[in-house]
């Protein structure tokens, strides 16, 4: 089957151009249910002390044109960052799989391979919401390119959300798994996303719901709508 061909508009909007209508692809947010398995808890206490006029990053080729080998380099900062931030608090990570949707990328060209390449899982991070947060309960998703993916001495290219939860309700929840009382978990996100209008109908039981993020985005808002979780009856 031939690739689709987007026209690029604006951040949140594309046009298709490979028929004879112009049909939009536009971004909103979407609802998603994830399982999450192999789920570990955690304390972390992150530490941030940049100096006052730069700090090493570790920065793609999609967020800095002139660091087109992915390589540390310095950024300037701004005042905000110079102060000195401490986080600790409990933290999930666990697998994720998507349960009725799968996830596609728009290429740079603006190619879309609607019947592969597409995600059916993502590495899942639930942290805590702090004080410093500007816009408090939003997470993001991201995408890892295959490059940067074989830095990190991973197979292949991946997906990878963050999702942010109240300090009271993940120490709870960190504490309930710890106690083995919830053995699997099922999230509910709201994530922006690129979908074609002509797939904007009601989806039919049993039928998947195919998504696109951008190639070029570093990441798209997502947030946590729902955690649920069940357990035997013994």
Known sequence: MPET???RINDRLYHETSGKSKI??????????????????????????????????IVSSITAESNVNKKLEKLPVDKGDIEHIDGFGWRISASGKFTTSRIGLIRKDGTVDRFGGRYDAADISLIPIYDTDKDKGTGWLYHTDAEIANIEKRTKAYLT??????????????????????????????????????????????????????????????????????????
């Open 24 to 57: 939009k692809w536009e971004k909103s947010p979407e609802l998603l249910d994830i399982t999450l398995t192999d789920v570990k808890v955690g304390l972390c206490l992150s530490i941030n002390k940049p100096s006052k006029t730069s700090i090493n990053k």
């Open 161 to 234: 959300l963050e999702l942010l939860i109240s300090g009271k309700a993940l120490e709870k929840l960190c504490n309930e798994i710890l106690s083995k009382y919830l053995p699997e978990l099922i999230v509910r996100i709201e994530v922006d996303v690129f979908l074609s209008e002509g797939d904007r109908t009601p989806s039919q039981p049993n039928i998947r719901d195919y998504y696109y993020i951008d190639e070029e985005t570093t990441a798209n808002r997502a947030r946590l709508i729902e955690v649920c979780a069940s357990r035997p009856i013994e």
């Open 5 to 7: 061909k987007l026209e």
